[in-house]
Structure formats: C-alpha cells, structure tokens
C-alpha cells in the first residue's frame, strides 16, 4: 500500500498509529509541537491492563495487552516492561463480593485471576493496612515507562521511512490536509488525528472533554510494593462522576520508586500542580498503605487525559470526510490500548477486518448525533 499518511500528535497513540502505518508501506509524517510522548503519555503510569469496565473495552485492553507482550523481547531497556500484576485491593465486605465477581468475569475470557483472602493479601503486600478483607490477583498485567515507549514505536516508524515533525504547531485538520499555526498545509491522502485531549478542538463534534490528573513519584524503596495496587472501588471512584475525584493506585518502577495515582478532574485546564489535589491523593493512598508517609516525594505532575461519555475511545473514519481518521479519547487508558488502536486504523484503512468489532469506537456515534442536534 502506497500513500501519505499525516498523524496529528506524537503521543503514544500517534506513535503506534506511526509504526503501524509505516509497516503497511504507507508514506508516514507525524506532527507535532511537543517532544514525543511529552503530553498525556508523560502523565500516564504506564500500566497494561485488562480493564472490564465493559465488554468493549475490555476486548480492547486485551488485544493490545497481547501485542505488547508480543513486543516484550524487542522493546529497548528503557521501555522497563515488568510483567508486576495488578492486585484490585477491597476495604469490605461489599467490596469482596466485587472480587468474585470480577474473578468470574475475568475466567469466563480466559484470563488468570487468583481470589486472595487477607491473609494472602497481606503476604503479598505486607505494607498494606492491617486487616484488608482481600482482593483479587491478576498476574497478566504489566507496566511499561510511558515516555520511552512512544520515543521508540516513533523510532520503529522512522526505521520504516516515517518522518517525525516537532516543530509543527497543528491549527486546523481535515481530510487530506493539515494547517500549521505558520499558515503553511501539509498534504496527505489520509489525516490521523491522534492528538488526545487537544482532538475535539481540531475535529469540531468530538465528545472529549480533558481531564486533569496528577502523579506523585518517590524516591527508590525496592521492594515496598511488587505489584500494581489499585482500589476495587478505582472505576467507581476515579472514572464514575463529573466532580473531581481521587483513587488509591500504586505502582512500582523498575528504578525501585513508587508512582502513586491517581486523581481526576474535569473543566479545569490550568496543568498547574494543585497541592490540594495532591494532598487528597496521597491521603487516599496513605487509607490502603500507610507505610508510604515515611517515603519521601520527589516530584509531582499534571497531565490532561482525553475522557469520552462512554469510557470508550473513538477510532475510525469520520462519517462525514472518509480520508479523516480518529485514534483519540483513551483516558487513563491510552497506554495500554495505543497499540491495538494503531491496528484497528491499519485494519480500516486497508479494508481489512480487525482483530475485534471496531465498530463500539466509532467516530459516527458521537459526530452523527452532533450533526443531528445542530
């Protein structure tokens, strides 16, 4: 396949469209005004999972959970993959009932789930709060260092003949065009837009709304956690309301510091580190684990995620200008699914069918109802 494609954003998500593209033969340019992976990517904890918040996103977590594993003998040092695991931590009763629910829905799609009891919970995770009734293992999953791994699927693109272009301040997109802030046009027989929070200003109908999430790392403690830490309650509590929100979510790194999540907020668009919002976060995480107050923080940062109404993200043509693609409106998901994204556009470009059903992430269920209420 021969043609110019030009992807707008050089975040993870346009960086594994970039790869996935220049593999097909196409003729690839990426734009962008940032270092690679510098936005959302640089705010993201890098965590592969198999999120089942729905059957759609689900399917989508895991196809690209695959491909990742898939990449784990190639990716660069840097990259740190750490096959962890994810252990979804419950503070009650109520919560344990999520457990073996979540361990039913995870065993029905073939995926290994280990139901812990708080003895076991405790084993694993001694610096948990004493007397955590459980919560549920999922050895699958794994942590990737967000930054470095978009700089190298952009790496792997370029290999292939991609040119990356960060110095291009994107003003205006459409089918077969870009405009710069300079007023100059980049011509392309297809237009990726991948540029994350930032998409519904350049691709007017787009139901994104940015919101805000800060990161807190420590210095190195090896050992303090093994796992991925999240509270069972995490889609509930960080995802399920309008209003900022908190959520207990830690991780290790592979340099032995902690990373520690996560917060939420929407309408706010000043990426200023709020000390308040980093207070609330790390007392949530203080309630599971009360051991990190004797951990110092070195640094704190903000990040815009690209949050949609369904919790899905849109990928596809648009319905109305067939050479204008969308890969945005990941959220706190962009990691993980950046790569099967990237394949369902190569799928749909080249008429080809993907992997999974492409169609819960089409662009036409929000920009049809759009044009319909105009």
């Known amino acids: 396949m021969s043609g110019k494609v030009a992807i707008v954003g050089a975040g993870i998500v346009g960086a594994a469209c970039a790869r996935a593209l220049a593999r097909e033969g196409f003729e690839v340019v990426v734009l962008d005004d940032r270092p690679i992976g510098s936005g959302a990517t640089a705010a993201g904890m890098g965590h592969v999972v198999a999120m089942d918040d729905s059957e759609a996103q689900f399917a989508l977590c895991r196809y690209s959970q695959a491909l990742w594993d898939g990449l784990v003998s190639e990716l660069p040092k840097g990259v740190e993959p750490a096959r962890c695991g994810t252990i979804w931590v419950a503070s009650d009763d109520e919560e344990m009932a999520e457990v073996d629910k979540k361990a039913r829905f995870y065993a029905d799609r073939g995926v290994e789930a280990e139901a812990l009891d708080g003895r076991k919970l405790a084993q694993l995770e001694p610096n948990l709060r004493p007397g955590l009734p459980g919560g549920l293992r999922v050895p699958g999953d794994s942590v990737v260092y967000p930054p470095v791994a978009a700089a190298w699927l952009i790496e792997q693109a370029v290999r292939l003949g991609a040119k990356a272009r960060l110095d291009a301040p994107v003003v205006a997109l459409g089918g077969g065009w870009v405009r710069l802030v300079d007023g100059s046009e980049v011509g392309a027989d297809l237009v990726v837009n991948a540029s994350g929070a930032m998409a519904a200003r350049l691709t007017p109908g787009l139901a994104i709304r940015p919101r805000k999430g800060h990161l807190v790392i420590t210095d190195r403690h090896p050992g303090f956690v093994t796992h991925q830490l999240l509270e069972l309650g995490y889609l509930k509590s960080a995802h399920g309301s309008d209003a900022s929100s908190v959520a207990f979510n830690v991780q290790p790194r592979a340099t032995g510091q902690l990373l520690i999540g996560s ?61 204008l693609y969308l890969a945005a409106g990941h959220e706190g998901l962009g990691i993980t699914t950046s790569l099967g994204t990237a394949e369902l556009v190569a799928d749909l470009i080249l008429g080809r069918e993907p992997r999974i059903p492409a169609s819960p992430y089409s662009p036409s269920r929000f920009l049809e109802s759009a044009r319909v209420h105009h």
């Open 263 to 323: 917060s939420r907020q929407f309408d706010v668009e000043d990426p200023t580190v709020e000390p308040a919002m980093v207070r609330r976060m790390v007392d949530r995480a203080l309630l599971y684990m009360p051991g990190l107050a004797r951990l110092s923080a070195l640094r704190a940062w903000t990040g815009f995620r690209a949050a949609t109404p369904d919790s899905l993200p849109i990928i596809g043509p648009h319905p109305e200008e067939p050479r």
